[in-house]
Protein backbone atom coordinates (compact mmCIF):
# COMPACT_ATOMS: atom_id res chain seq x y z
CA UNK A 1 0.00 0.00 0.00
CA UNK A 2 1.18 3.59 -0.85
CA UNK A 3 1.55 5.57 2.11
CA UNK A 4 3.28 9.12 1.28
CA UNK A 5 3.90 11.20 4.04
CA UNK A 6 1.54 14.35 4.53
CA UNK A 7 4.30 16.19 3.85
CA UNK A 8 5.45 14.30 0.54
CA UNK A 9 1.57 14.96 -0.50
CA UNK A 10 1.56 18.57 -0.24
CA UNK A 11 4.52 19.19 -1.84
CA UNK A 12 4.03 20.48 -5.52
CA UNK A 13 6.01 20.55 -8.42
CA UNK A 14 7.17 24.15 -9.78
CA UNK A 15 5.13 25.17 -12.12
CA UNK A 16 8.43 26.17 -14.70
CA UNK A 17 9.53 22.45 -14.40
CA UNK A 18 6.09 21.07 -15.17
CA UNK A 19 5.86 23.38 -18.30
CA UNK A 20 9.62 22.74 -19.66
CA UNK A 21 8.50 18.88 -19.63
CA UNK A 22 5.22 19.15 -21.18
CA UNK A 23 7.38 21.02 -23.78
CA UNK A 24 9.91 18.11 -23.48
CA UNK A 25 7.15 15.52 -24.04
CA UNK A 26 5.82 17.44 -27.17
CA UNK A 27 9.05 17.92 -28.95
CA UNK A 28 9.66 13.91 -28.26
CA UNK A 29 6.74 13.40 -30.34
CA UNK A 30 8.63 15.31 -33.19
CA UNK A 31 7.22 18.60 -32.42
CA UNK A 32 9.97 21.75 -33.16
CA UNK A 33 8.94 23.07 -29.48
CA UNK A 34 10.78 26.18 -29.12
CA UNK A 35 11.18 26.24 -24.60
CA UNK A 36 11.27 29.86 -23.75
CA UNK A 37 9.88 28.34 -19.74
CA UNK A 38 13.02 27.72 -17.86
CA UNK A 39 15.50 30.46 -16.31
CA UNK A 40 18.41 29.78 -16.95
CA UNK A 41 21.61 31.48 -19.32
CA UNK A 42 21.87 29.74 -22.81
CA UNK A 43 25.74 30.98 -21.89
CA UNK A 44 28.23 28.04 -21.07
CA UNK A 45 30.41 28.70 -18.08
CA UNK A 46 33.32 31.58 -18.53
CA UNK A 47 36.50 29.61 -19.14
CA UNK A 48 38.25 30.85 -16.93
CA UNK A 49 36.16 29.61 -14.27
CA UNK A 50 35.97 26.27 -15.63
CA UNK A 51 39.94 26.34 -15.48
CA UNK A 52 39.52 26.84 -11.82
CA UNK A 53 37.94 23.92 -10.90
CA UNK A 54 40.25 21.88 -13.06
CA UNK A 55 43.10 23.45 -11.20
CA UNK A 56 41.20 22.08 -7.75
CA UNK A 57 41.04 18.77 -8.88
CA UNK A 58 44.76 18.62 -9.59
CA UNK A 59 45.34 19.93 -6.35
CA UNK A 60 43.20 17.13 -4.53
CA UNK A 61 40.16 19.69 -3.28
CA UNK A 62 38.44 16.24 -2.99
CA UNK A 63 37.75 15.65 0.39
CA UNK A 64 34.93 16.83 3.01
CA UNK A 65 34.99 20.55 3.38
CA UNK A 66 33.45 22.82 6.56
CA UNK A 67 30.09 22.70 6.32
CA UNK A 68 29.52 26.24 5.80
CA UNK A 69 32.35 26.07 2.90
CA UNK A 70 36.25 26.57 2.88
CA UNK A 71 37.02 29.67 4.57
CA UNK A 72 39.22 31.13 2.21
CA UNK A 73 36.21 31.24 -0.06
CA UNK A 74 33.67 32.90 2.34
CA UNK A 75 36.02 35.14 3.04
CA UNK A 76 36.64 36.23 -0.65
CA UNK A 77 32.28 36.19 -0.48
CA UNK A 78 32.12 38.35 2.32
CA UNK A 79 34.64 40.78 0.15
CA UNK A 80 32.56 40.38 -2.59
CA UNK A 81 29.74 41.35 -0.27
CA UNK A 82 31.56 44.58 0.84
CA UNK A 83 33.13 45.64 -2.57
CA UNK A 84 29.66 45.25 -4.91
CA UNK A 85 26.74 45.62 -2.16
CA UNK A 86 28.58 47.95 0.66
CA UNK A 87 27.52 45.32 3.21
CA UNK A 88 29.82 44.21 5.98
CA UNK A 89 29.88 40.92 6.74
CA UNK A 90 32.45 38.50 8.48
CA UNK A 91 33.27 34.92 6.95
CA UNK A 92 31.35 33.55 9.78
CA UNK A 93 28.38 35.41 8.55
CA UNK A 94 27.88 33.40 5.33
CA UNK A 95 27.57 29.98 4.44
CA UNK A 96 27.92 28.26 0.61
CA UNK A 97 25.00 26.07 0.06
CA UNK A 98 24.04 24.09 -2.98
CA UNK A 99 22.46 26.42 -4.75
CA UNK A 100 20.39 29.27 -3.27
CA UNK A 101 17.55 27.19 -3.62
CA UNK A 102 19.45 25.06 -0.79
CA UNK A 103 20.20 28.43 0.51
CA UNK A 104 16.33 29.74 0.90
CA UNK A 105 15.04 26.56 2.48
CA UNK A 106 17.77 26.80 5.00
CA UNK A 107 17.29 30.12 6.37
CA UNK A 108 13.27 29.25 6.35
CA UNK A 109 13.62 26.13 8.03
CA UNK A 110 15.94 28.07 10.76
CA UNK A 111 13.62 31.24 11.17
CA UNK A 112 9.79 30.00 10.75
CA UNK A 113 7.74 28.25 13.25
CA UNK A 114 4.45 26.82 12.23
CA UNK A 115 1.74 28.85 12.45
CA UNK A 116 4.19 32.30 11.83
CA UNK A 117 3.54 34.15 8.50
CA UNK A 118 5.47 34.71 5.95
CA UNK A 119 4.53 37.80 3.46
CA UNK A 120 5.66 37.14 -0.44
CA UNK A 121 4.78 40.21 -3.00
CA UNK A 122 3.88 38.88 -6.31
CA UNK A 123 5.32 38.12 -8.56
CA UNK A 124 7.05 35.73 -6.82
CA UNK A 125 9.50 32.85 -7.88
CA UNK A 126 7.82 29.60 -7.31
CA UNK A 127 9.50 27.90 -4.77
CA UNK A 128 9.33 30.55 -1.93
CA UNK A 129 5.61 29.70 -1.83
CA UNK A 130 6.35 25.55 -1.46
CA UNK A 131 9.69 26.26 0.77
CA UNK A 132 7.48 28.74 2.95
CA UNK A 133 4.64 26.12 3.44
CA UNK A 134 6.90 23.10 3.75
CA UNK A 135 7.78 24.63 7.12
CA UNK A 136 4.21 25.28 8.29
CA UNK A 137 3.99 29.43 7.37
CA UNK A 138 0.64 30.78 7.04
CA UNK A 139 2.00 32.81 3.79
CA UNK A 140 0.02 36.31 2.68
CA UNK A 141 0.92 37.29 -0.67
CA UNK A 142 1.03 40.70 -1.62
CA UNK A 143 -0.44 41.63 -5.47
CA UNK A 144 1.58 44.12 -7.07
CA UNK A 145 0.45 45.45 -10.89
CA UNK A 146 2.60 46.33 -14.24
CA UNK A 147 1.29 50.30 -13.77
CA UNK A 148 3.05 49.80 -9.76
CA UNK A 149 5.78 48.19 -11.83
CA UNK A 150 5.24 44.98 -9.83
CA UNK A 151 6.45 46.25 -6.54
CA UNK A 152 5.01 46.92 -3.21
CA UNK A 153 5.17 50.01 -1.64
CA UNK A 154 5.92 50.18 2.36
CA UNK A 155 1.62 51.32 3.12
CA UNK A 156 0.97 47.49 1.82
CA UNK A 157 3.47 46.04 3.46
CA UNK A 158 2.91 48.09 6.94
CA UNK A 159 -0.62 47.33 6.49
CA UNK A 160 -0.14 43.47 6.19
CA UNK A 161 2.34 42.89 8.92
CA UNK A 162 1.02 41.18 12.20
CA UNK A 163 2.34 39.59 15.22
CA UNK A 164 2.74 36.55 13.96
CA UNK A 165 4.63 38.13 10.76
CA UNK A 166 8.13 36.71 10.56
CA UNK A 167 9.72 36.83 7.13
CA UNK A 168 9.50 38.66 4.25
CA UNK A 169 10.82 37.28 0.99
CA UNK A 170 11.29 39.37 -2.01
CA UNK A 171 14.03 39.08 -5.14
CA UNK A 172 15.51 41.96 -6.65
CA UNK A 173 15.50 42.03 -9.76
CA UNK A 174 12.22 40.38 -9.81
CA UNK A 175 12.05 37.05 -11.49
CA UNK A 176 9.55 36.73 -13.20
CA UNK A 177 8.62 40.57 -14.17
CA UNK A 178 12.62 41.89 -14.03
CA UNK A 179 11.32 44.27 -11.23
CA UNK A 180 14.35 46.34 -9.18
CA UNK A 181 13.49 47.62 -6.03
CA UNK A 182 15.12 50.86 -6.23
CA UNK A 183 17.18 52.36 -3.13
CA UNK A 184 14.46 54.85 -2.39
CA UNK A 185 11.79 51.78 -2.72
CA UNK A 186 14.31 49.62 -0.23
CA UNK A 187 14.47 52.47 1.86
CA UNK A 188 11.05 53.31 2.67
CA UNK A 189 10.57 49.04 3.18
CA UNK A 190 13.57 49.02 5.58
CA UNK A 191 11.41 51.73 7.35
CA UNK A 192 8.71 49.88 7.73
CA UNK A 193 10.72 46.39 8.81
CA UNK A 194 12.48 48.65 11.37
CA UNK A 195 9.92 49.51 13.25
CA UNK A 196 9.46 45.27 13.92
CA UNK A 197 12.43 43.69 15.45
CA UNK A 198 10.34 40.17 15.27
CA UNK A 199 10.13 40.44 11.14
CA UNK A 200 13.24 39.19 8.83
CA UNK A 201 14.16 40.09 5.42
CA UNK A 202 15.37 37.63 3.05
CA UNK A 203 16.38 39.96 -0.08
CA UNK A 204 17.36 37.32 -3.19
CA UNK A 205 19.77 38.97 -4.95
CA UNK A 206 20.72 36.28 -7.83
CA UNK A 207 19.89 38.09 -10.67
CA UNK A 208 22.07 41.15 -9.22
CA UNK A 209 24.46 41.02 -12.25
CA UNK A 210 21.26 40.65 -14.65
CA UNK A 211 21.10 44.64 -14.79
CA UNK A 212 20.19 46.86 -17.85
CA UNK A 213 21.25 50.02 -16.16
CA UNK A 214 18.14 51.95 -15.48
CA UNK A 215 17.70 50.95 -12.09
CA UNK A 216 20.64 50.34 -9.60
CA UNK A 217 20.92 47.65 -7.85
CA UNK A 218 21.13 47.85 -4.24
CA UNK A 219 21.03 44.93 -1.10
CA UNK A 220 18.59 46.09 1.68
CA UNK A 221 21.05 44.74 4.23
CA UNK A 222 22.89 47.69 3.26
CA UNK A 223 20.66 49.82 4.99
CA UNK A 224 22.19 50.08 9.00
CA UNK A 225 18.00 49.77 10.16
CA UNK A 226 18.16 46.49 8.29
CA UNK A 227 21.44 44.86 8.80
CA UNK A 228 20.35 42.59 11.64
CA UNK A 229 17.01 41.49 10.46
CA UNK A 230 18.32 41.09 6.51
CA UNK A 231 19.85 37.37 5.04
CA UNK A 232 21.05 38.21 1.64
CA UNK A 233 21.28 35.35 -1.01
CA UNK A 234 22.73 35.40 -3.76
CA UNK A 235 24.77 32.71 -6.00
CA UNK A 236 26.38 31.78 -9.14
CA UNK A 237 24.07 30.50 -11.29
CA UNK A 238 22.61 33.52 -12.99
CA UNK A 239 24.97 35.68 -13.43
CA UNK A 240 27.61 33.58 -13.97
CA UNK A 241 25.79 31.16 -16.16
CA UNK A 242 26.54 27.99 -13.43
CA UNK A 243 23.42 26.45 -12.90
CA UNK A 244 24.48 22.84 -12.98
CA UNK A 245 27.60 23.85 -10.44
CA UNK A 246 25.25 24.60 -7.60
CA UNK A 247 26.49 27.28 -5.22
CA UNK A 248 24.30 29.42 -3.38
CA UNK A 249 24.90 31.76 -0.66
CA UNK A 250 24.17 33.58 1.81
CA UNK A 251 25.39 36.42 4.20
CA UNK A 252 23.56 36.65 7.53
CA UNK A 253 23.75 37.65 11.15
CA UNK A 254 25.84 34.82 12.55
CA UNK A 255 23.14 33.18 14.63
CA UNK A 256 21.10 32.51 11.56
CA UNK A 257 24.48 31.62 9.74
CA UNK A 258 25.16 28.90 12.33
CA UNK A 259 21.25 27.59 12.43
CA UNK A 260 21.62 27.20 8.33
CA UNK A 261 24.73 25.67 9.02
CA UNK A 262 23.52 22.60 11.23
CA UNK A 263 20.73 21.50 8.43
CA UNK A 264 23.30 21.86 6.20
CA UNK A 265 25.34 19.31 8.23
CA UNK A 266 22.11 16.84 8.43
CA UNK A 267 20.55 17.33 5.28
CA UNK A 268 23.92 17.59 2.59
CA UNK A 269 27.28 18.85 4.34
CA UNK A 270 29.33 21.57 2.21
CA UNK A 271 28.90 21.71 -1.06
CA UNK A 272 30.76 20.21 -3.58
CA UNK A 273 34.31 21.59 -3.26
CA UNK A 274 35.21 21.71 -6.85
CA UNK A 275 32.69 24.00 -7.27
CA UNK A 276 33.50 26.05 -4.53
CA UNK A 277 36.99 26.23 -5.38
CA UNK A 278 35.22 27.65 -9.04
CA UNK A 279 33.38 30.07 -6.99
CA UNK A 280 36.47 31.89 -5.37
CA UNK A 281 37.46 32.36 -8.57
CA UNK A 282 34.03 33.62 -9.78
CA UNK A 283 33.15 36.09 -6.62
CA UNK A 284 36.85 37.42 -6.90
CA UNK A 285 36.85 38.27 -11.06
CA UNK A 286 35.38 41.73 -11.94
CA UNK A 287 32.17 41.89 -12.68
CA UNK A 288 32.50 42.93 -15.89
CA UNK A 289 34.21 39.69 -16.96
CA UNK A 290 30.67 38.74 -17.41
CA UNK A 291 29.48 42.05 -19.28
CA UNK A 292 29.70 40.02 -22.47
CA UNK A 293 26.53 37.98 -21.42
CA UNK A 294 24.57 40.97 -19.77
CA UNK A 295 25.41 42.71 -23.15
CA UNK A 296 23.88 40.29 -25.42
CA UNK A 297 20.45 39.67 -22.85
CA UNK A 298 20.38 43.77 -22.80
CA UNK A 299 20.01 43.94 -27.13
CA UNK A 300 17.57 40.73 -26.45
CA UNK A 301 15.40 42.56 -23.74
CA UNK A 302 15.50 45.40 -26.22
CA UNK A 303 14.18 42.96 -28.93
CA UNK A 304 11.62 40.60 -27.53
CA UNK A 305 9.92 43.89 -25.84
CA UNK A 306 9.72 45.47 -29.10
CA UNK A 307 8.02 42.22 -30.70
CA UNK A 308 5.88 40.88 -27.55
CA UNK A 309 4.31 44.94 -27.71
CA UNK A 310 3.45 43.94 -31.04
CA UNK A 311 1.04 40.80 -30.21
CA UNK A 312 -2.36 42.18 -30.24
CA UNK A 313 -3.56 41.56 -26.88
CA UNK A 314 0.06 42.00 -25.07
CA UNK A 315 0.19 44.48 -22.93
CA UNK A 316 4.03 44.95 -21.48
CA UNK A 317 6.48 47.53 -19.95
CA UNK A 318 10.32 47.17 -20.55
CA UNK A 319 11.36 45.01 -17.44
CA UNK A 320 14.99 46.67 -15.50
CA UNK A 321 16.16 43.30 -14.74
CA UNK A 322 16.90 39.45 -14.92
CA UNK A 323 16.05 38.25 -18.29
CA UNK A 324 12.06 37.54 -18.56
CA UNK A 325 9.53 39.40 -19.94
CA UNK A 326 6.27 38.93 -18.39
CA UNK A 327 3.31 40.78 -20.55
CA UNK A 328 -0.14 40.78 -19.00
CA UNK A 329 -2.47 38.95 -21.41
CA UNK A 330 -5.63 39.62 -19.28
CA UNK A 331 -7.60 41.24 -22.78
CA UNK A 332 -7.30 37.56 -24.20
CA UNK A 333 -9.05 35.88 -21.58
CA UNK A 334 -12.44 34.48 -23.00
CA UNK A 335 -11.47 34.31 -26.62
CA UNK A 336 -11.75 30.52 -27.55
CA UNK A 337 -10.19 28.51 -29.97
CA UNK A 338 -12.07 25.44 -31.40
CA UNK A 339 -14.97 26.21 -29.06
CA UNK A 340 -12.40 25.82 -25.73
CA UNK A 341 -12.92 28.88 -23.82
CA UNK A 342 -9.31 30.22 -22.49
CA UNK A 343 -10.01 30.95 -19.10
CA UNK A 344 -6.97 32.07 -17.01
CA UNK A 345 -3.50 32.63 -18.28
CA UNK A 346 -2.48 28.72 -17.64
CA UNK A 347 -4.72 28.10 -20.40
CA UNK A 348 -3.34 30.80 -22.75
CA UNK A 349 0.44 29.12 -21.76
CA UNK A 350 -1.40 25.98 -22.92
CA UNK A 351 -2.49 27.09 -25.59
CA UNK A 352 0.59 29.01 -27.00
CA UNK A 353 2.21 25.74 -26.11
CA UNK A 354 -0.09 23.19 -28.45
CA UNK A 355 -0.95 25.04 -30.63
CA UNK A 356 1.81 27.76 -31.12
CA UNK A 357 4.66 25.33 -30.09
CA UNK A 358 6.08 27.78 -27.79
CA UNK A 359 6.58 26.86 -23.84
CA UNK A 360 6.11 29.64 -21.37
CA UNK A 361 4.91 29.83 -17.58
CA UNK A 362 1.47 31.22 -16.81
CA UNK A 363 1.50 34.21 -14.54
CA UNK A 364 -0.89 31.84 -11.98
CA UNK A 365 2.59 30.03 -11.34
CA UNK A 366 4.44 33.27 -9.67
CA UNK A 367 1.19 33.94 -7.83
CA UNK A 368 -0.15 36.68 -10.50
CA UNK A 369 -2.30 35.27 -13.12
CA UNK A 370 -3.50 37.15 -16.01
CA UNK A 371 0.94 37.50 -17.08
CA UNK A 372 2.65 35.15 -18.63
CA UNK A 373 6.55 34.92 -18.72
CA UNK A 374 8.91 34.25 -21.70
CA UNK A 375 12.51 34.00 -20.66
CA UNK A 376 14.64 35.44 -23.36
CA UNK A 377 18.19 33.60 -22.31
CA UNK A 378 17.77 32.24 -26.02
CA UNK A 379 19.08 32.62 -29.04
CA UNK A 380 17.57 36.16 -31.10
CA UNK A 381 16.57 33.82 -34.06
CA UNK A 382 14.53 31.40 -31.48
CA UNK A 383 12.96 33.97 -29.77
CA UNK A 384 12.05 35.82 -33.34
CA UNK A 385 10.50 32.76 -34.43
CA UNK A 386 8.77 32.07 -30.98
CA UNK A 387 7.14 35.44 -30.77
CA UNK A 388 6.20 35.04 -34.95
CA UNK A 389 4.31 31.70 -33.69
CA UNK A 390 2.73 33.73 -30.96
CA UNK A 391 1.36 35.98 -33.03
CA UNK A 392 -0.12 33.28 -35.35
CA UNK A 393 -1.69 31.42 -32.55
CA UNK A 394 -3.08 34.85 -30.86
CA UNK A 395 -4.56 35.72 -34.36
CA UNK A 396 -6.71 32.12 -34.45
CA UNK A 397 -8.40 33.19 -31.03
CA UNK A 398 -12.22 33.96 -31.81
CA UNK A 399 -14.51 35.90 -29.71
C1 LIG B 1 14.59 34.23 -7.84
C2 LIG B 1 15.38 32.96 -7.78
N1 LIG B 1 15.96 32.63 -6.62
C3 LIG B 1 16.68 31.51 -6.50
C4 LIG B 1 16.84 30.64 -7.56
C5 LIG B 1 17.63 29.37 -7.33
O1 LIG B 1 18.90 29.46 -7.84
P1 LIG B 1 19.93 28.26 -7.74
O2 LIG B 1 20.10 27.72 -9.12
O3 LIG B 1 21.20 28.88 -7.23
O4 LIG B 1 19.41 27.26 -6.79
C6 LIG B 1 16.25 30.94 -8.79
C7 LIG B 1 16.38 30.01 -9.93
O5 LIG B 1 15.60 30.00 -10.85
C8 LIG B 1 15.50 32.14 -8.91
O6 LIG B 1 14.92 32.47 -10.06
Known amino acids: MESLSKRAQEMGLPMTIEMAKKARELSATGKNVISLSLGEPDFDTPDFIKEAAAQAMVENYTHYMPVPGFLDVRESIAAKFKRDNGIDYTADQIVISTGAKQSLLNIFLALVNPGEEVIIPAPYWVSYMDQAKYCGAEVKVLSTTMEGGFKITADQLEKAITPKSKVLIFSSPNNPCGAIYSKEDLAAIAAVV ?140 GKKFNGQVLKNSLDVSMYLLEEGLVSTVPGDAFGLPGYIRFSYAAAEAELEEAVKRVKVAVSNLED
Open 194 to 333: AKHPNLYIISDEIYELLNYGEVKHVSIASFPEVYNQTITVNGLSKGFAMTGWRVGYIGAPSWIAKACTKFQSNFTSGTNSIAQRACKTAVEADTSSVNYMIEKFASRREKMVGWIKEVPGFELETPPGAFYVFPRITSLL
